[in-house]
């Protein structure tokens, strides 16, 4: 048996199914069913063994039906000098992936980036920190400390954390001063303002960065573009530089509208060619259908419609209605880019769901491009789960 190389009173829980191998892939999850033990309080280190008391991994004791967050697979302490490691590994890739006209990224990925429950997004000189679970709130001290350097070396010296979910979310400056309500940052050359104390996310869809560019590409021939859920704009705006030559910009909550008319406007873009609406997005298109308009490119990204696995059937049934409703609305030779952001809706059901709207709506749908998450937003080989985003570019046939 190899040697432990931590005090014998480490809370220690034994495996009752077979999950070595995955665990050995980097699966960083472990289930409460799973494990024989009690689990102790959340962010206590925990040592995993098998059923014949070998070492199988190292992580952090959590609440809820995941018992614990695995950080390691060799026998080695959680301590600063791994997750030092591990940040350090995280900064590397995105030194080669982040685009040099980009200054918002996705900095540390959670489970991708082998710190579960430990995100990190920068803008410019600010930089938001998430943290998911009690297991990586109990550890918030710790992350911290292990962000602090990078983060300076990267010219940001203004940290907020986010803990907890809405409504019970909160948001604490850690050190530095509080950003701007109207915080400027650039993707691919493009301005886009955002809130990073009230916004969605951290702040911005930041893994939407290859659509919004896909967006702009697909406006340099003009035509009319209609963005929906646009939160602040970035699809909209995106469309205008690309050439579009009307923009219509669709969002129940009247703050994110205005910031999408600041976005609009910070890009230099014509006011005459957008039309910011504050609406619900189905009495949009109702509307829309009913006034006979038409629009050559139209982006589809809805919240969540599954936040659960039970919501999958429901899920379904609305992308359904929304896609038919959007391809009422396509014109002729025009460009449907859909999205959706569900890890409980995976890729391959999403083609399904779409290709079934596209024949209910009796159009012809040409499948262009399709993708996931950008690679700032890594996952584990062994970690499917950590698929969450799916976008289809489509091109009607009619």
């Not at 915080?183 to 009230?198: A, K, P, R, S, Y």
Request: net charge positive; with cysteine.
């Amino acid at each position: 048996m190899p040697k432990r190389s931590t005090s014998d009173r480490e809370p220690t829980l034994t495996l009752r199914r077979k999950l070595k191998r995955a665990l050995a892939g980097g699966h960083p999850w472990v289930y409460r069913d799973a494990l024989d033990g009690t689990v102790p309080r959340p962010g206590t280190t925990v040592r995993i063994e098998d059923e014949r008391g070998r070492f199988v991994a190292r992580g952090l004791a959590e609440e809820g039906p995941i018992a614990v967050r695995v950080l390691c697979t060799r026998d080695e302490p959680i301590d600063g000098a791994l997750i030092a490691r591990r940040v350090a590994s995280a900064c590397a890739l995105r030194d080669q992936v982040v685009p040099a006209d980009t200054n918002a990224y996705r900095l540390i990925n959670g489970e991708g980036d082998r710190l579960p429950g430990l995100v990190c997004d920068v803008y410019g000189a600010y930089a938001t920190v998430s943290l998911d679970g009690a297991a990586s709130t109990a550890l918030r001290g710790r992350w911290l400390d292990a962000l602090r350097g990078p983060l300076a070396e990267r010219g940001v010296d203004s940290v907020l954390v986010r803990s907890g979910r809405r409504p019970n979310r909160t948001v604490e400056q850690a050190w530095g001063d509080a950003p701007p309500k109207a915080l400027h940052i650039t993707e691919h050359g493009m301005t886009l303002v955002v809130d990073l104390l009230h916004g969605q996310k951290t702040g911005l869809f930041l893994d939407h960065r290859p659509a919004r560019r896909r967006a702009r590409e697909l406006s340099v021939h003009g035509g009319r573009v209609l963005d929906l859920y646009s939160y602040v704009g970035g699809f909209s705006a995106a469309a205008g530089l690309g050439g579009a030559s009307d923009v219509t910009t669709v969002d129940i909550a009247a703050p994110a509208i205005e910031m999408a008319r600041q976005t609009w406007a910070a890009n230099g873009l014509p006011a005459a060619h957008h039309r910011p609406v504050a609406s619900d997005v189905p009495e949009f298109l109702q509307q829309a259908s009913r006034s006979r308009e038409r629009f050559d490119l139209i982006i589809a990204d809805p919240p969540s419609f599954a936040p659960n696995a039970g919501a999958v059937r429901g899920a379904l049934r609305a992308y359904d209605k929304l896609h038919r409703a959007c391809l009422e609305l396509l014109a002729p030779g025009g460009w449907l880019l859909a999205a959706t952001c569900s890890s409980h809706v995976d890729a391959a059901t999403f083609d399904r769901a779409f290709a079934d709207a596209a024949g209910k709506a009796g159009r012809v749908m040409q499948v262009v491009s399709r993708w996931g998450a950008p690679p700032d937003h890594p996952r584990l080989a062994a970690f499917p789960e950590g698929d969450y985003l799916a976008v289809i570019v489509a091109r009607s046939l009619d």
